[in-house]
C-alpha cells in the first residue's frame, strides 16, 4: 500500500487471558503484513459507562471521548468477540453503542469470534455484522471464527491449526487492503476486488 491506513482492533471481552484477545493479536498482524498501521484497543483501559442513548461528549467520561476519537482515527476496525447465549459480548455492544455515524460511518470492519462450541462464533459475528450495516460501515466478506477455543491456542498465544490462523490473519489483510482502496483514489479498484471477494464464507 502506498498510503498507510489505521486498523485498530477491539476486544470484546475483559479477561486478563482473554482469547478474543489472542486471536485479535493475530488479526491484527496480518493487517501489519500488509503494511497497515495497526493499534489495538483493550477495553479494560477505558473507564466506561452504560449509554441511555445519543450522547455527547460532554455527557461521557474523557475514557469514552477517548475511545470515540482512536475509532474515528482509524480507516479500518476489527472487531472480536466471544460467543455469549448465541451473540457477541455486552462489553463490545456498550461499546459500539456509545459510538455512532461519526466515528464509524464508512469505515471497513472484520469480523472475529471464539466460541466453546464447534460452530465457532458464526451467530455472534453474523449479529456483529447486522450492525456493522445499521452504522453505514462496509463488513468485509471474510470473517474468521475460532471453534472450541479453550483448546484452540498453544502456549504461545498462537493457533494450534495453521489454516484456521492463515484466515485470522486474511481477516486483518483484507480489512487493510479494502481500508485502503476505499480512502485512495482507486475506488474502482475497490469495487473489483470487493466482489470478487468470497461473500460471508462463515465459522
Not at 86 to 102: P, T, W
Not at 174 to 181: D, P, S
Request: hydrophobic share 45%; aromatic share 6%.
Amino acid at each position: 500500500m502506498a498510503e498507510q491506513v489505521k486498523v485498530a482492533g477491539i476486544c470484546g471481552s475483559l479477561r486478563d487471558d482473554s482469547l478474543s484477545r489472542r486471536a485479535l493479536q493475530i488479526g491484527l498482524e496480518g493487517a501489519a503484513e500488509v503494511g497497515a498501521e495497526t493499534e489495538l484497543i483493550d477495553l479494560r483501559d477505558y473507564e466506561m459507562v452504560f449509554t441511555v442513548g445519543k450522547m455527547s461528549d460532554e455527557a461521557v467520561p474523557e475514557d469514552v471521548v477517548r475511545l470515540r476519537r482512536k475509532v474515528q482515527e482509524a480507516s479500518g476496525l476489527i472487531l472480536a468477540t466471544p460467543e455469549y447465549h448465541g451473540s457477541y459480548s455486552g462489553i463490545i455492544k456498550n461499546a459500539l453503542d456509545l459510538m455512532g455515524f461519526d466515528e464509524v460511518e464508512g469505515k471497513m470492519i472484520g469480523l472475529l469470534a471464539v466460541s466453546g462450541g464447534a460452530m465457532g462464533g458464526l451467530e455472534a459475528m453474523n449479529a456483529l455484522r447486522a450492525v456493522g450495516r445499521a452504522l453505514h460501515a462496509w463488513v468485509i466478506p471474510e470473517q474468521a471464527g475460532v471453534p472450541k477455543a479453550w483448546d484452540a491456542f498453544a502456549d504461545d498465544g498462537s493457533l494450534k491449526d495453521q489454516k484456521l490462523a492463515e484466515r485470522v490473519r486474511e481477516v486483518g489483510r483484507q480489512t487493510a487492503r479494502f481500508a485502503w482502496l476505499h480512502s485512495s483514489e482507486k475506488s474502482k479498484d475497490f469495487i473489483k476486488e470487493w466482489e470478487a471477494a468470497v461473500q460471508n464464507p462463515g465459522g
